[in-house]
């Protein structure tokens, strides 16, 4: 970030800072800061300004064309010192830019280089407030970066407790982002000390490489956001206008998610409650792309699965571009480590949507080290981490999961827990194995009938020259490919990354291979690659 410059890399933050020539008595309320941009094209870019403390307003804007820009900036009501034009140049650059939705190509996202992206993430609620609260947070993205995680789930409003146990003990500090507390609040003003540790978690992640999804209300069942009478209409878009001024300049900026679970909309109630809340999601997201100058992805996170989200937003499916989807599989103590019914339900509440989708929620890996704080997680074992990701994969979707040491209630950022490693063979997997970009769902390629939940399912390039093929039990697979077919074939070990051939075990006219054995109760699951000759 450069402040006042005259020269920028393309996708570079600016920074304009202007001190008003008198004192306001609530800043945030009484002023409106905002910048023009014009590129060298001729398109014009109107970007809101934030106010930072001390009579000082604040302007971030990351250009993405090379060329001479022009700017101007005024407020309302009309300050001098709040007033600026200039000019400056931006040079090109060989980063890959923002991340843009590209629904129908590779799996459904690109850096603005070209770049096809495979989302893979971890969840991290209440980053910011454990960073506020002197959490090794730094370190714990260097991890994560280093590990190739590359998004993180993050919410603005920090939670201090998810019931029914879930106390967030490492919280040191006060984390509330506006002005009073939640028993008196402000909503007039915010916590700059407080956002400016959020600014410096995003510095971070754009040194990284990292990219968050940024929950602008979470959770619906919590104050404010459950009481709408209190949080008006009129403070939440002051709210998000806030968010979207600081912070969408930044590349590290991947989805603005309009709440978590946004079907607790209005009154912090957990269903479906009709059309109301998907016209809110439909208002607000289109509020945020009018609003937002940078072009960031706009999200959606869900509780319930149903009604389908195409039909949740026929009204107008523009309004947001992407679902955060939710869906853990079994979660019970006979069938947690299957995570069985993801496919069903990703093929059913996504059917028919026309925008993109990732996995972002299958649970949270429990630590039995750890008391029971949130009795669901129970049964998310080592099984259920490996097996749901495997399942959303090979769906074609992105996954982001999350771990009982870091989701909330914990702050244990130094170490990472067993299902880790196994976590991050699947992204090594799809990288270095059988390139996701290359291959698509391929329903029709399995044949016969399997026990719930033990189905296969398959990934295939156009040409059917790639093949993988999940087993989320072993056992056999017949393929709709014929038996003289030339292909190699190896298994992968989802469990270790080694690799060893596998012999076809014949069939009627069909392709056939069983999985090696293993796993008693919890038979073992492997991925099949086939490779055509």
Known sequence: MQDDPTQLRRREIGQWGLTASRDYGLPFVDVDVEGTFAGPSGREFIVPGFYDGDRTWRVRFSPGEAGRWSYRIASRPDDAGL????????????????????????????????????????????????????????????????????????????????????????????????GGSEQSPQFDRFNLDYFRTVDRVLETCERLGMGLEMVMEAWGFEFPFSRRDEFVAEWELLWLRYLIARYDAYASVWFWTLMNEYEYYPNGDWRYQGPLSDLWATRIGRWVKRTAPHGHVVSVHNGPGDPPFAERFRKDPGAVDHV?????????????????????????SLAGWRGTAVLAEYGYERDPELDVRFPGHLHCDVDHTRRGGWRSLFCGLGVIHGWEHSWGPWMILERDQEGMPQFLLMR??????????????????????????????????????????YLPTGGRVELDLPAEAGYAAQWFDTRTGGMSNAEPAGGKGALAFVGPEGGGDRPWDWVLVLRAT
């Open 324 to 348: 955060m989807f939710q869906t853990w599989g079994t979660t019970d103590e006979k069938r947690g480590w299957l995570a069985a019914g993801i496919e069903e339900a990703v093929a059913k």
């Open 428 to 469: 090594r997997f799809f990288r270095e194995v059988v390139p996701f970009d290359a291959v698509r769902p391929a329903p029709g390629l399995v044949r016969g009938e399997y026990e719930w939940g033990r189905r296969p399912s398959a990934l295939a390039s156009e040409g059917r020259d790639l093949v993988a093929v």
């Open 83 to 178: 007033t600026a034009e200039g000019a400056f140049q931006v040079t090109p650059s060989q980063g890959r830019g923002f991340l843009r939705p590209t629904p129908g190509r590779a799996w459904g996202f690109h850096f603005e280089s070209g770049e096809p992206v495979l989302v893979f993430g971890d969840t991290t609620y209440n980053l910011f407030g454990m960073a506020h609260c002197g959490g090794p947070v730094e370190q714990f993205l260097e991890r994560r970066a280093g590990q190739g995680i590359n998004v993180l789930r993050v919410r603005l409003p920090v939670s201090p407790f998810h019931g029914p146990d879930g106390y967030s003990d490492w919280q040191t500090r006060r984390t509330w982002p506006w």
